[in-house]
């Protein structure tokens, strides 16, 4: 049985990597820092330099859920996709205040290929225009974001890519895969369609039609 796995393309996963590296040296700084400064009794100087630490530390923490927390696999004749939690961003745009800083949370939703009946990857608007009845719950999942009063950079979720399945009984899941590997991406979906001929397959990218024929 096929089992295969796509998640945020290499590239991305080095850069990520570098800015974790600087995230780190900068938590430790001011760790340091702050601990040198309580320890000769500037309190204030020292709670700051923590402070600021733990900043660096949620930054760190985010950077590492963008491209390392999420992934998509073909595994025992499941596709399995482990996704945040809010279904689209490593954070919470439209939380309370600082919320955007506190990452966010994963899910994993596993599905039979043989009860997979539509297969879509493009951009958010591709897909809620051919999504069908069941891809309403799409939209209430993107309503939030698609209304925020947070003046996020809404260009993200415009140009952001999703994947998203629906299967014979009418349900649907869907997940972000902005920046993934689409070359991974596109050879589990033709994967997918072999075990399943009734799959039906869109393509609303230049990206992917590169490999999805």
């Not at 530390?57 to 992934?71: C, D, E, P, Q, R």
């Not at 539509?118 to 809620?128: I, M, R, S, W």
């Amino acid at each position: 049985m096929a089992e295969l796995k796509a998640r945020v393309n290499s590239a991305i996963r080095v850069k990520t990597l570098v800015v974790i590296a600087a995230y780190t040296i900068l938590f430790l700084f001011c760790l340091g820092m702050g601990i040198y400064d309580i320890f000769i009794d500037r309190i204030l100087y020292g709670v700051l330099f923590i402070a600021v630490g733990l900043v660096f530390v949620a930054l760190l923490l985010i950077k590492m859920n963008s491209a390392f927390g999420t992934y998509v696999q073909l595994k025992g004749g499941k596709l399995y996709m482990k996704s945040w939690e809010n279904n689209f961003l490593p954070y919470d745009v439209n939380g309370s205040f600082m919320s955007d800083m506190i990452p966010a949370k994963t899910k994993m939703t596993a599905v039979p290929v043989n009860d997979i009946s539509y297969v879509l990857v493009g951009t958010k608007d591709f897909v809620k225009k051919n999504a069908t009845v069941a891809g309403k719950k799409l939209q209430r999942a993107l309503y939030p974001y698609e209304h925020s009063k947070k003046k996020f950079k809404s260009g993200v979720l415009n140009h952001m890519e999703l994947l998203y399945v629906e299967t014979v009984d009418g349900s649907c899941s869907f997940m972000c895969v902005h920046d993934y590997d689409a070359e991974r991406i596109s050879k589990i979906i033709k994967t997918m369609y072999e075990m399943n001929k009734d799959i039906s397959v869109k393509i609303g990218s230049s990206i992917y039609r590169k490999y999805l024929k």
